[in-house]
Structures are given as C-alpha cells and as structure tokens.
C-alpha cells in the first residue's frame, strides 16, 4: 500500500504538470493582442479570484472530503483550457473582438482560479495526513520533495511535447486543447484515492459546522507568531515568484530569433517556430534541475540542521541571485538573464518543500489542508499586488525606451531586478533563526 500510494501521489504531480501551455502562457496571450499591463492585471484577477475562495475551499475539503474537491478542481480546470483555446483561436481568426476576447480571458483565468483554490493546500494535507497514518511524519520534506520531484520531470517532458505542438501546428493556442488529456487522466487517478484521506469528514456536514472550523484555523493563523512569520515568507518568495516567472518567455523568444538568424539562414521559420529551438532546450534543462532541487531540498535541511537556517540560506542566495540580475536586466544581457531567471526557479524548488513542511509542523492535522490554503491565499495576495504593478513599470520602461533610447536601458525587464532584490533583502536581514514557537 505505501509503495502504491507514492506512486498515485507521484503520478498526480507528473500529470498535473503536463501544463502544456506553461512555457508559452505570455507568448500565447501576446499572440491574442494582450499587452504587459493587461498580463499583469491577468494574473492579478486571478489571484483575487484565489484570494476569494481559497480558504473556504480548504474548509469544504476538510469537511466534506478532499478527494471531491480534487476532482472538482480538475474539471474546472479544463473549462479552463477550453475556453482559453477557443477565445484564443476566435480572436486570431478575427471573429472575437478585443473587447469580447478580454471578457473570456477574464473567465477562462476564473475557472484556473477555481483549480488552484481547490487543489493548492488539499493535495498536501492528503499527503500528510498518509505520512500519519503510516507513521512516517518525521519523512514529510523528503517525501514531499520526491512527490514533487515527480511534478518537475512531468514539467521536462511536458515542455518537449509543448515545443512539438508548437512547431506541428505553428500557433501557442493549440496548447491549451493538448493539456486537456492528462487532466482527464488525473481525475481517474484521484479515483484510486482510499477514503481514508478523506480527513475527519462529518457524517452530515453543516455549514455552521464549516465556519466554526474556518475561524479556528484563522485564529491559528494569526495568533501564531510563527505562521505568520511563515505566511509573510511565502508571500514574498512565492508571490513574487509567481508575478515574474513567465518573463523569462518573452526574453527567450527574443534570444532565439537571434540564434536562429545566425544558425538557419536559409530555413523558412516563422518566429514562433523559431521561439520552441530555445524555449524548450532551456525549460527542459530548468525543470530536470528543479526535480532534483525537490528530491534534495530535505538534504539542503540536515545539513544546516534545521528548517528555518535552510530557508535563511535560500533567502541569502536568492538576495545575490537579484542583485547580479540587476544589471545583466538593464543592459540585455541574456547571458546572465536567463541563468538568473533558471537560478531562481531551481531556488524556488528547494524553497517549496521547506516551506510546505515547516507549516506543517506549526499546524495540526484537523485543520491542514485549511492552513495550508491560508498559505495560498497570501501568497495569491502578494502576487495580485505586485502582477500589476510590475507589468505596468515593464510597459512604462519599454515607452520610455522608445522616446528616449538607451538611457532607460536596453531591456524593458531590469524593474524585475530592482523588486526581487529588494523584498530577498528584506526578508534576509529580518530572518529569525531558529523558529521555537510550536504547538
């Protein structure tokens, strides 16, 4: 049984990450005609939208039981895929007007929010609450890294089949249709689930019932110095992580047309075509190197002897990682661009399982997947603040370039630099090491 419950929980995250569209998401919404700023308030309309439902979804998963929930999370995700494919297809052909096609995108990332509220923190409460009943606790940073260890070599391969549907079909849309399929797959997969990950569901839930249960693990969250503490870590990393990363798409697509020009002169390629010959080699390599940061994360913690010195380590890192960024941003250099942004996303998977466990062992089981979408929330938080705001100092940048030329610097990007390096800082210097406030 333990064996075979690694496996499902393997093949989740190996599934899951078959996001086919990820690599491409920027790219896919420039092809519809959306700009940086209206990216930005994307991707903040959806971590609202999070924001909204995130810890009452923790609560009904509880309650009502947490495999129905991932299976309800996983349909709405591909009303999502479906309507981010059709929008998408319609604008290009002209029968959707921009004014129609923002409309659907605005849906099509609503029912994504759906997915994400749903499934964030109620995956690894089912996770953890198996760790328990196989008393095997002790294990939780190294069993959650393997799992998610899984989720990364499911991002490698995904990336290779991204760039062949790319290049077959000449279009970033059609992505969103491929990633349908393993979505299906997994709600099969969710049906092989024992009910006893279920939690402590009630035999005849009530809503009074659920409300109890949320305002208890609210005043968990906030009287608890250290959740808090934690809270305000995740938002930082994760939420600025989470505003940034798809930059790198847009910076890899530019670099390509400029390898390709020099490598296929005489083959016939179309920019898009020509985007898949780095964008995938580099996101392959990206997600083969973060499987083993998760697989190694809980390495990283026995050798610094303790969960809250890794994490201090990891914000020390991450702090130099920005600040040798900076420039490299201001000036266009690729060459220390794209390694920064690949650095940062290695960091973010050895920050990930860290994280995941040290609000674990400040939790109790009744109320983990709650917590754990408390987590989420916050992190959605940060990220609706900062999409914005940084997608708009991008489109601010790039104006001011255009007037002005390079004295506003040859990369529209380097604002990434300045806000990474400044919250990294900020939170490095304010690390308290280590964390004795437990249960």
Known sequence: MAGSMLKRF????????????????LLALQQMGVSYTWFGLLIAFRELSVNLMEIPSGAIADVFGRRKAMIFSFVAY??????????GLAVTEGELSQAALNLLLLAAIFLFAVGDAFRTGTHKAMIFAWLRSQGRLKERTKVYGYTRSWSKIGSALSVLL????VFTTNNFIYIFFFAIIPYILNIINFLGYPAALDGDIQKAPTMGHLI??????????????????????????EGFFK??????????MVAAIGLTANLFTSAALTDTQKSVILIGPVFFVIYLFSALASRKAHALVAHHGHEDIAARWLWAVTTLVFVVML???????????IPGFAGLYIMQNLWRPILISRFDSHSDEAKGATVLSIESQAKSVATMIIAPLLGLAIDFVDGRQQLFGE??????????????SVIAFIFLV???????DRI
């Open 10 to 25: 393997s093949l989740y995250g190996f599934l899951k990450n078959q996001q086919y569209y990820d690599p491409f998401f």
């Open 78 to 87: 591909i009303l999502s895929f479906a309507v981010f494919g059709g929008a």
């Open 243 to 252: 505003a940034a990363k798809d930059y790198l798409q847009p910076i890899l």
């Open 430 to 436: 304010s690390a308290r090491i280590p964390s004795k």
């Open 407 to 420: 004295i506003w610097g040859e990369s529209e990007f380097w604002p990434i630099g300045i806000f990474g």
């Open 162 to 165: 991204a760039c062949i549907f």
């Open 327 to 337: 420039p490299g941003l201001y000036y266009g250099l690729l060459w220390v661009i």
């Open 212 to 237: 109890t249960h949320l305002k208890e693990s609210l005043l968990v969250s906030v009287r608890r110095r250290s959740l808090r503490r934690l809270i305000l870590e995740s938002m930082g990393f």
